[in-house]
């Protein structure tokens, strides 16, 4: 067995990891769509932030799994957190513990002290992390919504009206009216995602570069803002992405602390569904990922409609 670095950002490693890739999202979840390569492109690329390391084990010139971590290089550089995947028919033969093995080698090189892996929750993940010294850490849950049968549970429409709101959609690209509003809200997001920089300080410049990111992977995002009518300022927003599939993902859904337990959250987050549903008919299901000690976004997504299909759970390797 080899161990290659990988460009997550080159159309040329998408293509040469999907069919693994895409056979062991079947195993995990042999309900969903088959995965497409823009959502794998959107799982490796370079995030705003952020650098990526992509290392995969090979057999020959057959890649046999791969990992893949994002570090925060402006808040917590000695940290990286992702996943490692290895694919259905090659697991049993070392590939795991060969690459686990290559990840920490390089990760002490570059002075990182912690390493954060996702899995789906399985006593073979368990005794995995445990004969590495993987320590589990935290739990998220994967929410499913079945589009096909979710009856456009919109809240009343007074609730922005009283709120004194209005609501802004878009599809890409942030109103350049708003973009500067919208990125305050957004550094103010307090919820970590795997792989991904903490938004402290962003600006309008961070939010174009997020953009782009979205349109080089071939996913497009929609967005519903809330807006107060006083001042226009961006008070909440929700954010989901579409790609060539009938599955969408879930982004962001934040309501400043100051305005929530209004039911602005509830508004964005089925607002923005029913418009995806309306603009792309032929979606037939919406995942979402959450801590599961975030009881408020569990309780808003139980609301909008979703149900857990799925426990991963996050492993902490010291270096």
Not at 134 to 162: K, M
């Amino acid at each position: 067995m080899q161990i290659r670095s990988l460009d997550g950002d080159d159309q040329a490693t998408v293509d040469l990891l999907l069919p693994g890739f895409r056979a062991t999202m079947a195993a995990e979840s042999p309900a969903d769509p088959p995965v497409p390569a823009p959502l794998l492109a959107r799982l490796l690329q370079r995030r705003w932030g952020t650098e990526r390391l992509v290392l995969a084990v090979f057999d020959g010139d057959r890649p046999l799994g791969f990992a893949k971590l994002g570090t925060d290089v402006r808040t917590d550089p000695i940290r990286a957190h992702g996943s490692l995947w290895i694919f259905p028919a090659d697991r049993r033969r070392g590939a795991g513990r060969a690459l686990l093995t290559a990840v920490r080698e390089e990760l002490r090189r570059t002075s990182h002290r912690t390493l954060l892996l996702d899995a789906p929750e399985s006593a073979a993940t368990a005794a995995f992390a445990a004969a590495l010294r993987g320590r589990r850490t935290a739990a998220n849950l994967r929410h499913r919504l079945d589009l096909r049968r979710w009856a456009g549970r919109r809240p009343r429409a007074d609730v922005g009206r009283r709120a004194g709101l209005r609501l802004v959609g878009w599809t890409d690209r942030c109103p350049d009216d708003l973009v500067e509003s919208y990125a305050r809200a957004w550094s103010r997001l307090d919820a970590a995602v795997n792989g991904q920089a903490e938004p402290r300080g962003a600006d309008a410049h961070g939010v174009r570069l997020r953009e782009a990111e979205t349109a080089r992977s071939g996913n497009r995002q929609s967005a519903v803002a809330a807006v107060r009518a006083e001042d226009g300022e961006v008070v909440g927003y929700s954010t989901l992405y579409v790609r060539d599939s009938p599955m969408a993902d879930t982004g962001e859904t934040m309501v400043l602390p100051e305005c929530r337990r209004r039911g602005i959250g509830l508004l964005l987050k089925s607002e923005l569904i029913g418009r995806t549903i309306a603009d792309h008919p032929r979606l037939t299901v919406l995942q979402a990922w959450n801590d599961e000690r975030n009881d408020a976004v569990i309780a808003l997504n139980r609301r909008v409609g979703f149900t857990v299909d799925k426990r991963w759970l996050t492993y902490r390797f010291d270096m």
